[in-house]
């Protein structure tokens, strides 16, 4: 294993939450611990990314969001890490491709909020995403319908699976995915960045 990757067991779960955290905020804590619960994950990994490829303004340098996430998520099953600079993948299919390789006995799941949903066809290789993982949607106020109603889950519509089946996440055949209800949270690093930008000026 290269250094500075995490350390896994054969048969391990885990739950991938990529974002951009500019700032990490509870919502991600929040959404991070429903995840590890509902869809009975052994471990989450929050992939900073370099940049949202979809995403016009960078965002702050990597090593600050790396710091600061970690100063908030205090759970020691949840790893903060800046494995896609270190793989040099910029697109979630090429992330996971990369993880599977250098992980083959560890079961992956791509983890998003309701929100991503919604633009998850705009995504590079975004069919070759939900071919190769589960994924876990969280809801996210104001965006569950929008999310059901998105045109990733019409085509996907027969890989729904019954949030009654949350659990089994990890074990289903892709493509399955499954949306799960919770208490929502309406924090958002926008609005936090936005509340910072006021108090300066
Ligand atoms: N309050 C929340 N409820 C549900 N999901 C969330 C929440 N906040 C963030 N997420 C999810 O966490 C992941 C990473 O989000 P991100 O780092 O972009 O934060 P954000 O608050 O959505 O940022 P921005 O407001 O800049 O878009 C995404 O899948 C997003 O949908
Ligand atoms: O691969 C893509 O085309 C793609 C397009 C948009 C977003 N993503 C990923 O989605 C995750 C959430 O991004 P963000 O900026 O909404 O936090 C993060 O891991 C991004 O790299 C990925």
Redesign the pocket.
Known sequence: MRAGLPVTVPGMTVGLL????DPAHDGHVHITEMALRRFGLDRVWW?V?PG????AHGPAPLSERIAQARTIMRDPRVTITDI?ARLGT????D?IAALQRLYPRVRFVWL?GAD?MV?FD?????HEIAARVPIGIIARPGWRMPARFSRAARILWRARQPEAQARQLADMQPPAWVMINVPLNKQSSSAIRARLKRART
């Open positions: 990529g974002g951009s955290f992939l990314t949202n490829p979809l995403k896609e910029r697109m979630t299919s992330t998003m991503n633009q705009r995504w590079d290789s975004w």
